[in-house]
């Protein structure tokens, strides 16, 4: 599809081919049928594009539009445009279409359609356009719904609320093949075309009076055109009824020619469609021009001849003429000012003179041209407005010398300067105030001077910038690249002013210069330029030097080390031959280093040279000094002082000792001598070598010295030099060194001398040794010979010693054998007595150890041996802390309830007294309403009492006589039955209204089951559960999210119950330590609201300044966002709430035991249900409806509000701030979109940063979801199963209202058909005994009201509160005496096997039986028997045995024998046990018994600690609702105490004027201010209907009541009182922190809330 260029062109028929052809009748069928198909076509992309243009969104194709248009979405947008108030957003289903897209459409999308429809018939769209609901959704006629919306558009258009549909017949083109999809559509469901062009017809007809009246006077304006007369046709156009705008009797004329040709046109088009359009079926407005077009033609001639004048205008350069036409109403050109007049004429000048250029001829303006034109002239004079504004307000802040103020002005975008960089604000300060000073003009610097300046500096700033990176390149480019303007850079030395500039602003920060100047950096460069050009002459003077030091000549290298530009320190001429031969030194050295012999010496090279020839110079001049006085010292002959001589450092001599001095001297002497004797040779000149490689001449006479050698040099040959010195010094040192040595070593070498003597005595040892280990056999024999001799005389003398006293030795022998046994049994027995408890431990442990192998056995063989269970008989007896803590456990069961029920009661009526006091507060209601019930709620404690109960058992229906017996057993039995079978309440639940069912669970069920307030009960309470939530899945829940969407009852329940009293304390544990750090914190600001925090942000500003804040009070989430301070504060919120959320997400995770075993056994068994039902659901889809349990039912509203759930403590009338409860909602929010991986989207853009949080969070939260419904089965975490109420000593009871059991009565009997249809179900039977519902005088007793009491009613439902308690029996079990009931059979002979068998021992249980007892044994029955007897007299009623096993127990041994003997006949009948296993299945239940009784008796201490800790955390909760009573009494008695104060106050006022007047002194004096004083402070922005110049008129009179905290305001309009105003301080406080900044007064005048708070609390509060 494509649309077609040519408006002008007519529209021609579907395939506008004209030829000369006849067609025959089928083709012209054909024709006419593709003409249909392609006009539908059209209609539809008329449509696309009208609905696009209102919903400004993309449309499907137009060959897809109908079905795009089927799920309604775009339907309920439309709607949602023209009607906003009917239809929302939140109303349009999947308004995105990602469920229409992934799953197609879905019943729920009939709603966008009826919401269409609904929107169109509040608009008052005519009914007959209509189309049905399924033409949409079933696609059943689509262009039904077409046409609707063509005449929709028409309707609106007529209105002013939308476009007008365009006319696209004939100017888009469509393919052959999408023409023909389009014709087999249309023949698929055999629709009839609607009449488009009938449309505008139709809806006149259907319209009021006073449309026709307009229909009639269109009519007679075509008549008038047709008629041809200009003034006919200009008095139809000004008929009122009409309706025309901007009709001028001057352009009759024009309206006559305009007029005929469009009615022409029409004409003509219709004609081209007759031939298809029955006569009937024709509209009028086909030929005849509408209302709409006449006004169109009328607005194209006024509008023509507008634009005339203003290009005449312009022609003639006449601004006043321009301006006139411009305000022409014609034109409607917005924003003429006529102090821009002058600008208008040269823009529209400038502009004609462009257009004429690219036109090429005249060119004339067109209306939009103009409007176009006059903005952009407004646009531009207002910037140079406000541009001179903002200079005059540079150049003031430039004078007042505040830096931050000069660059907040610079900054200001109307100044239209370059960049301002805000760091740089001293700089731009000094440097324009040294620029507005050094200024000719007074007003200051102008706007191309700023702009200068400003590019100058900033650029300065930028360079400071960049410097302090340490980046030279950067430099460098800033350098070359800024308009800084600086002169003589040479790119060349680009590197060396970087580094130099970064030298240069490193010092200057160090000095705390902030900024480099433009100056500092012009200076900077023209230092480097120098420095460059000085070292580049220095270069050209070390050439020199070189090329002197290569000619050879020392002058030549003086006189170049002597240039200026050399710049070489310390050279001294008398040195020149020495600096000669040092730098040829350097030099060769250099050259064989490198191995180039062309190297040259460097600046530095040369610079050392010379420093170390003038070191060398003074040296060698104290070298030559220090010889010659050694010289001097020797001829002396004084040893000291030769000493001194040899040790000057200047001498350089090595190894001088003191202690060597007369040996230094006598020797240097006779070397001296011998070389006086040698011969003189008369000079005075003595030659040293320096460094081995340079001559030194030293003059004795003179005492200088020279490098270049003197001429006819000889050497003074009596002087010792150096050398011949050092010589003789070394000498004598090294034999005084060689002399000390040994001295010092006199020790070491006597030692030596002992190791050399010891090795000779040793290696003489050695030899010895090695002589004797070569003899060894033969030592050893000497050795062996010499010992046995000597051992065998000594053996012979002993033996003969004990043969002469043989009997002595056997008399000492026993003695010591006697002895030493004694020793060991003492020391065995004392052993014993050191570890008597440790023997008595092992003692312990070992019978331990066999008596848990014996209960090993008991417990997990198949079958025990009777010795075993022998054994652990015992523990079947019922003791006296059995029964005692059975009686005690029945006693806190009913304090339990009692206390539940109370507190419930107690938590409505402070909820009825909360609604009280608000509408007290409100004057809804009277003091005395509230005073009346607060009196009821002190009265309503003490009337449940026992009295009540004791009332119901003597009248009611625990009465005395049979008919009441029975019917109590009736419903004994029938709550047995509803306890203990969940299936009947599960189905009872959804049989009724939800409300209903609700208020059945928190009465009934929760009481049946007494709150779950021990195991068993907790077990068949949750069983209830799962069987309801099973079958609410089953029947109620469609799709998987339903769960989530919907508030499915059982769920409801369930939270409900785990979030009372019996979970609550769970909940504390678990959530209270992290709620309460957050609550504590306050510091803690959590705000992820841009437009809360950008109000915020303002509303500080303005209460710290006093001043109206220049931003915005009213913005969108992304003009808030567009502020730094609002985004680095959002950002500082969403930091602090990560922080947060994962404090409490690991409280969480860290808890998940601490959950109740109820709510995760309810998760897992929704979970599982879910699964079963909807097999292709992910694992993610799943524990997201877990997690929704978990977190968002159970938790987030405990997180959310704390106070109400008991998280935390509060007083009474305590409450949480509003920013702990954001904050906590903030955190729970967080949490919730975790916990369902639910992303931040669409209206919330400024939190999808935190959606990676949410992600990550989320696979933390997957963890803790999967390990929470890791849990037991019920069975086993309560240890239940079909033997538990078997062992039980009490039966269950339950306290219940009488109320409570009616209603239970009426609602089982109502719905019994649905709860057990099966007619034999124990249910119908347990009814039919129960029969009708009984009356509630029944149930209490006769004669328990009054007949006469005319407040009967009221005494009733009161009494129908009273508690009975019901002990649960099961009516279906028979009698102890029915030996038919094979289970009671077996219960009782187990109980005669246990008592035999505790009594006598066997192997079996047949040899028990038939062993005869003896006369001991039963003595010891007959003593069991009366210890139980005395034991169950003293039984509680409910405790005691029953009168038939009493009976049993009573008989005599053998007799019990008899009957177990009887009883098991019976039972092998049965089936039940074998006589030959020896009747093992007995003692194999016998044992099983045992087993549950210990668990059971674990069970019972667990519950008894679990009752107590919930009766405390009862009474805990009792007495926080009594503070808060106390709390109310104090309230209302403070009320009362105030209006008696009041009254007195009165009756004061009546009776005493002249303390009135007296006390009107003691007032707080009132603040008068008029309007326009209040408007110049910020405090008034305006007043309706007033001028601001008339503001001075309007007087307001602010005075404080006598209630604190309350003001009435005055106004007065020239004195005269006009209206007043009661005005609380504590309202504008809460206004204030809600955001709202702009509040009205007097429904007129406007008031800054912020402004007005500070006024207020400057002028009566001293703040």
Not at 1068 to 1091: A, C, F, M, W
Request: with cysteine.
């Amino acid at each position: 599809m494509y649309h077609e260029d040519g408006a002008n062109s007519l529209r021609p028929r579907y395939g506008s081919i004209v030829d000369d052809e006849r067609l025959s009748a089928e083709e012209m069928d054909e024709r006419r049928r593709q003409n249909i198909a392609y006009e539908y076509l059209c209609h539809l992309e008329e449509a696309k594009q009208w609905m696009e243009a209102c919903l400004e969104e993309e449309l499907p194709s137009t060959t897809e539009l109908e079905e795009g248009l089927r799920n309604g979405v775009y339907l309920g947008k439309l709607a949602k445009f023209f009607a906003p108030k009917m239809v929302s957003e939140k109303k349009i289903y999947d308004r995105d279409q990602s469920r229409y897209k992934s799953k197609g459409l879905h019943f729920r999308h009939t709603d966008n359609t009826v919401q269409w429809l609904r929107a169109m018939e509040s608009v008052g769209l005519p009914k007959i356009f209509y189309p049905e609901t399924t033409d949409v959704y079933d696609r059943k006629n689509m262009p039904k719904v077409i046409y609707c919306i063509h005449a929709l558009s028409l309707y609106l258009y007529k209105l002013g609320i939308a476009p007008q549909i365009q006319d696209l017949l004939g100017k888009v083109a469509f393919t052959e093949e999408e023409i023909s999809n389009m014709r087999k559509e249309l023949e698929k469901y055999g629709i009839q075309m609607p009449a488009f062009s009938k449309i505008g017809g139709i809806l006149a007809n259907e319209l009021s009076v006073d449309e026709a009246a307009l229909h009639a006077a269109v009519i007679a304006i075509n008549e008038a055109i047709d008629k041809g007369q200009a003034e006919g046709t200009m008095a139809a156009l000004q008929n009122p009824n009409a309706m025309l705008r901007n009709t001028q009797k001057e352009l009759a004329n024009d309206y006559q020619d305009t007029l005929s040709q469009a009615k022409k046109r029409k004409e003509a088009l219709a004609s081209g469609r007759r031939s298809s359009i029955a006569t009937e079926e024709r509209d009028v407005y086909e030929e005849l021009l509408t209302q709409q077009e006449i006004q169109s033609s009328v607005d194209v001639v006024n509008i023509f001849t507008a634009t005339q004048k203003v290009n005449q205008a312009i022609d003639g350069q006449d601004k006043d003429s321009l301006l006139a036409s411009l305000r022409l109403p014609v034109l409607g050109i917005l924003g003429v000012l006529e102090a821009n007049a002058q600008w208008y004429l040269e823009h529209f000048t400038s502009y004609r003179e462009h257009k004429a250029k690219d036109v090429g001829a005249a060119a004339q303006l067109e209306k939009d041209e103009i409007q176009r034109v006059v903005s952009s002239c407004n646009d531009f004079a207002e910037a140079e407005k406000r541009k001179q504004d903002a200079v005059s307000a540079i150049n003031a802040a430039i004078r007042r010398g505040i830096p931050e103020e000069t660059v907040h002005e610079l900054l200001n975008p109307e100044a239209q300067l370059p960049i301002i960089y805000p760091s740089a604000a001293n700089l731009y300060q000094s440097e324009l105030f040294s620029l507005q000073n050094g200024s000719q003009k007074k007003t200051g610097l102008s706007h191309e001077e700023l702009c200068v300046a400003v590019e100058m500096l900033s650029a300065v700033a930028v360079l400071n910038e960049v410097l302090d990176t340490k980046d030279s390149v950067a430099v460098t480019e800033q350098l070359s690249d800024s308009p800084l303007g600086f002169s003589n850079m040479d790119h060349d030395n680009m590197q060396r002013y970087a580094d130099t500039l970064m030298s240069l602003r490193a010092k200057s920060l160090a000095q705390g210069q902030e900024f480099l100047t433009w100056n500092d950096v012009q200076k900077c460069i023209d230092t480097v330029n120098f420095q460059v050009q000085e070292e580049h002459e220095r270069v050209i003077a070390i050439a020199e030097i070189n090329e002197a030091l290569n000619s050879g000549d020392p002058e030549k290298t003086l006189a170049a080390l002597l240039l200026p530009t050399a710049k070489i320190q310390g050279v001294n001429p008398e040195t020149a031959k020495h600096y000669h031969d040092l730098l040829l030194h350097t030099k060769d050295l250099i050259c064989k280093r490198s191995g180039d012999e062309s190297a040259v010496l460097w600046l530095d090279q040369i610079q050392e040279a010379v420093h170390t020839a003038n070191q060398d110079q003074d040296d060698a001049l104290k070298l030559a000094e220090a010889v010659a006085d050694i010289n001097r010292a020797i001829a002396v002959g004084d040893n000291e002082e030769t000493l001194a001589a040899l040790q000057n450092p200047c001498a350089g001599l090595r190894g001088v000792l003191s202690d060597c001095a007369p040996a230094y001297q006598t020797e240097l002497a006779q070397l001296q001598d011998q070389h006086t004797q040698e011969g003189t040779s008369g000079s005075m000149w003595v030659k040293h070598r320096i460094k081995d490689k340079y001559d030194y001449f030293y003059d004795l006479e003179t005492k200088k010295g020279t490098w270049v050698q003197p001429e006819d040099f000889v050497h003074d040959s009596t002087q010792l030099i150096k050398e011949d010195i050092q010589s003789v010094v070394s000498s004598v040192t090294a034999e005084y060194n060689r002399e000390q040595l040994w001295l010092a070593n006199e020790p070491l070498i006597v030692q030596l001398q002992a190791c050399i003597r010891g090795y000779l005595v040793r290696r003489a040892y050695s030899d010895r040794l090695a002589y004797l280990k070569q003899q060894e056999p033969r030592v050893i024999k000497l050795q062996a010979s010499w010992k046995g001799y000597k051992q065998r005389k000594a053996y012979k003398d002993r033996l003969q010693t004990l043969q002469s006293n043989v009997q002595t030795v056997v008399k000492l022998q026993s003695f010591v054998k006697m002895w030493r046994a004694r020793r060991a049994y003492t020391e065995r027995l004392q052993y014993f007595k050191d570890h008597e408890k440790e023997i008595i431990k092992i003692q312990a442990f070992l019978k331990a150890n066999k008596a848990r192998d014996d209960y090993r056995t008991l417990t997990g063989a198949q079958d025990p041996p009777l010795s075993v269970v022998r054994k652990f008989a015992h523990l079947l007896e019922q003791s006296g802390l059995d029964l005692q803590e059975e009686q005690e456990m029945t006693r806190l069961r009913e304090e339990v309830v009692t206390k539940i029920r109370a507190n419930q009661q107690m938590e409505k009526d402070l909820n009825l007294m909360d609604i009280k006091i608000g509408l007290l507060v409100k004057n809804r209601i009277t003091l005395q309403d509230v005073v009346s019930l607060s009196k009821k709620m002190k009265t309503k404690k003490n009337k449940m009492s026992k009295e009540d109960l004791a009332m119901g058992d003597k009248q009611g229906i625990k009465g005395l006589s049979k008919e009441k017996r029975r019917r109590l057993e009736a419903y004994q039995h029938l709550f047995y039955l509803l306890q203990t079978n969940p299936s009947y309440l599960a189905k009872l639940i959804f049989q009724m209204p939800q409300n209903k069912s609700t208020k059945f669970m928190d009465t009934v069920i929760f009481t049946l089951y007494n709150y779950a307030s021990n195991q068993r009960e907790e077990y068949l309470l949750l069983k209830l559960f799962e069987s309801a939530l099973r079958e609410e899945i089953k029947s109620k829940v469609d799709q998987i999210q339903d769960i989530v969407t919907g508030n499915p009852t059982v769920i409801k329940m369930v939270v409900s119950f785990n979030r009372g009293a019996r979970g609550q304390n769970a909940l504390r544990q678990l959530l209270s330590p992290v709620v309460k750090e957050i609550i504590e914190d306050k510091s803690l600001g959590i705000n992820t609201n841009p437009i809360d925090i950008y109000k915020a942000w303002v509303n500080q500003l303005e209460t710290a300044t006093g001043e109206a804040s220049k931003l915005p009070y009213e913005v969108t989430a992304e003009q808030a966002l567009s502020h730094e301070e609002v985004r680095s504060r959002l950002e500082a919120s969403n930091q602090t709430l990560r922080s947060v959320t994962d404090k409490v997400l690991s409280s969480i995770m860290s808890s998940v035991d601490t959950i109740p075993y109820g709510m995760r056994y309810i998760a897992k068994v929704l979970k599982n249900t879910l699964h079963e039902k909807f097999p292709d659901a992910s694992e993610d889809d799943l524990l997201k409806i877990v997690g929704n349990l978990l977190y968002y039912r159970y938790m987030n509203p405990a997180i959310v509000a704390p106070d109400g759930f008991d998280i935390i403590d509060m007083t009474a009338g305590g409450q949480l701030h509003s920013d702990q409860r954001r904050n906590l909602g903030s955190v729970a929010k967080m949490l919730q979109h975790a916990a369902a991986n639910k992303l931040f989207e669409d209206g919330s853009d400024h939190l999808t940063s935190m959606n990676g949080y949410i992600s990550s969070t989320y696979q933390k939260f997957r963890v803790f979801l999967q390990s929470a419904c890791d849990v037991l089965a019920p069975e086993e975490k309560f240890n239940v199963d079909e033997y538990s109420d078997m062992v039980t000593l009490s039966k269950p009871v339950i306290y219940i209202s009488i109320e409570e059991i009616i209603n239970t009565h009426s609602l089982v009997l109502e719905h019994k058909e649905a709860i057990a249809p099966d007619h034999s179900d124990l249910l119908h039977e347990l009814l039919e005994d129960l029969g009708d519902v009984p009356d509630m005088e029944s149930l209490l007793g006769e004669g328990t009201v009054d007949p006469n009491d005319p407040n009967k009613e009221n005494t009733l439902s009161q009494l129908a509160k009273t508690e009975v308690s019901l002990t649960l029996t099961n009516k279906f079990e028979l009698m102890d005496g029915d030996d038919k009931d094979m289970k009671g059979l077996m219960m009782k002979t187990k109980k005669l096997v246990v008592d035999v068998v505790r009594i006598q021992p066997g192997e079996t249980l047949t040899d028990i039986l038939e062993t005869p007892a003896t006369s001991l044994q039963e003595s010891e029955h007959a003593k069991l028997v009366e210890r139980r007897a005395a034991q169950d007299a003293t039984a509680p009623e409910g405790l005691k045995s029953s009168q038939a096993v009493l009976e049993d127990r009573q008989l005599p041994l053998e007799q019990k024998k008899r009957k177990i003997l009887r009883n098991l006949r019976t039972l092998e009948q049965a089936g039940l046990v074998s006589s030959s296993s020896k009747y093992q299945e007995l003692i194999n239940d016998i044992s099983k018994d045992i087993r549950y009784q210990r668990r059971y008796r674990q069970r019972r201490k667990a519950e008894l600690v679990k009752l107590q800790q919930t009766l405390n955390a009862l009474n805990s909760k009792a007495a926080f609702y009594q503070d808060q009573i106390n709390y109310y009494d104090t309230y209302i008695k403070t009320c009362l105490d105030n209006l008696n104060r009041k009254n007195a106050r009165r009756s004061i006022k009546l009776d005493k004027k002249g303390e009135e007047k007296g006390s009107k002194k003691s007032k707080q004096q009132s603040l008068k201010y008029t309007a326009a004083r209040l408007h110049e402070k910020g405090v008034i922005l305006e007043i309706e209907g007033l001028q601001t110049n008339q503001l001075k008129n309007v007087m307001f009179d602010i005075a404080p009541c006598e209630e604190v905290g309350d003001f009435e305001i005055k106004a007065k309009f020239l004195g005269v009182e006009m209206e007043k105003v009661q005005l609380h301080f504590q309202d504008l406080l809460q206004l204030q922190y809600e955001g709202v900044a702009v509040m009205k007064m007097f429904d007129k005048a406007k008031v800054n809330v912020n402004l007005l708070i500070f006024l207020l609390n400057k002028k009566f509060y001293g703040k």
